[in-house]
């Protein structure tokens, strides 16, 4: 079981350019998140998704769209990139219950617009 | 309004000693609290995690306090190794088990253990 995968590990984008972050969980959660994290800032919640077919908007959700088609997959676009989006990407999923809403997440994407 | 932090942004341990991080939370409404372990390079590692309906849940080597007095919770380290080295982020959410709720973070603290 491999848990959370995220694809690419690191990319160096032109701003102004469209990028879609992947993600794919194994482990059946019904929610997943996305973050990202900056020095000094810690983690901030940009999108997330209950279940599949549905998303809401977290902390910083500007120049960020996702989708939920399925219940493994979240990906997240940035339609036209922009330097302040340089940052490290945290995928993350849980399977909220009755005992435990612990996010478990991915390794990350590190990205950078220039 | 609302904020997870940390006491220190760094702490330095021998090996073999315990280590005590600690975190400071100020919605009294928050139910459920994580600490996750982070790398270098990896994403955070969930490590324990306690309700507020407990004070204190141990793991294997690791021990959370829970004091709702005075909105602070702590990680306890024992016997500390190299391996333990790594950035400590205490996360908590006032609205237990609704999906999508979103964790919020502190900081973190940064571990450094020396041999």
């Known amino acids: 079981i491999a848990g959370i995968t995220q694809a690419p590990t690191s990319q160096i984008l032109a701003a102004g350019r469209r990028m879609t972050l992947r993600c794919t969980q194994d482990?059946?959660?019904?929610?997943m998140y996305w973050y990202r994290q900056d020095l000094g800032l810690g983690l901030r919640l940009i999108h997330y998704s209950n279940t599949a077919g549905t998303t809401g908007k977290g902390e910083v959700p500007d120049g960020y769209s996702v989708s939920r088609a399925n219940t493994d997959d979240f990906p997240l676009t940035l339609a036209s990139a922009v330097p302040s989006q340089t940052s490290v990407y945290f995928c993350?999923?849980?399977?909220?219950?009755?005992?435990?809403?612990?996010?478990?997440f991915g390794p990350g994407t590190r990205l950078t617009v220039l | 309004g609302e904020s997870v932090g940390l006491h220190l942004p760094t702490l330095s341990v021998q090996e073999g000693d315990n280590s005590i991080i600690n975190c400071a939370y100020s919605n009294s409404a928050s139910d459920y609290f994580i600490w996750y372990k982070q790398e270098s390079g990896k994403g955070p590692q969930f490590i324990i995690d306690?309700?507020?309906?407990?004070d204190k849940r141990q793991g294997q080597r690791v021990t959370v306090l829970l004091n709702k007095t005075v909105k602070h919770l702590s990680l306890q380290i024992a016997a500390t190794q190299p391996g333990d080295s790594a950035v400590y982020f205490c996360?908590?959410?006032?609205?237990?088990?609704?999906?999508?709720?979103?964790?919020?973070f502190g900081k973190g603290t940064t571990l450094s253990v020396s041999s």
């Open positions: 306690i309700r507020s309906n407990m």
């Open positions: 482990m059946r959660h019904n929610a």
């Open positions: 993350a999923s849980s399977q909220t219950s009755g005992s435990s809403d612990t996010q478990y």
């Open positions: 996360a908590e959410t006032p609205w237990a088990n609704q999906a999508g709720t979103a964790l919020i």
